[in-house]
């Protein structure tokens, strides 16, 4: 099982950025997908949420900015965001969870937001 994200980089503070994460290897359309981040020296934190029906949660710091989304049959999801803030600055990490067995994770994409 691979989740493989794509997109991040160096993003002005005001832009937009959106990442991909793409899986391999699973029934996607029957996971729940998610979206984390950790900056440094703190946790990982949830940033936004998909379940398989297409239910959508969003942290309180990124909601009106981000807009995760998916695609059951490019077997991707996609995390758009907007009006970045330096402390969206982060490692994002893309998460994939059927059951309590069948978690998995990437290996995340970093996230500068800087001028």
């Known amino acids: 099982v691979q989740l493989v994200e794509s997109g991040g980089g160096l993003v002005q503070p005001g832009g937009s950025l959106t990442l991909n994460c793409t899986a391999s290897?699973?029934?996607?359309?029957?996971?729940?997908m998610g979206w984390y981040r950790q900056a440094p020296g703190k946790q990982r934190d949830l940033v936004a949420g998909i379940t398989s029906g297409g239910r959508t949660n969003y942290a309180d710091s990124v909601k009106g900015r981000f807009n995760i989304s998916r695609d059951n049959v490019k077997n991707t999801v996609y995390l758009r965001m907007s009006s970045l803030k330096p402390e969206d600055t982060a490692v994002y990490y893309c998460?994939?969870?059927?059951?309590?067995?069948?978690?998995?994770w990437g290996k995340g994409t970093l996230v500068t937001v800087s001028s």
């Open positions: 998460n994939g969870r059927r059951n309590a067995i069948l978690d998995y």
């Open positions: 290897e699973i029934t996607f359309s029957a996971y729940d």
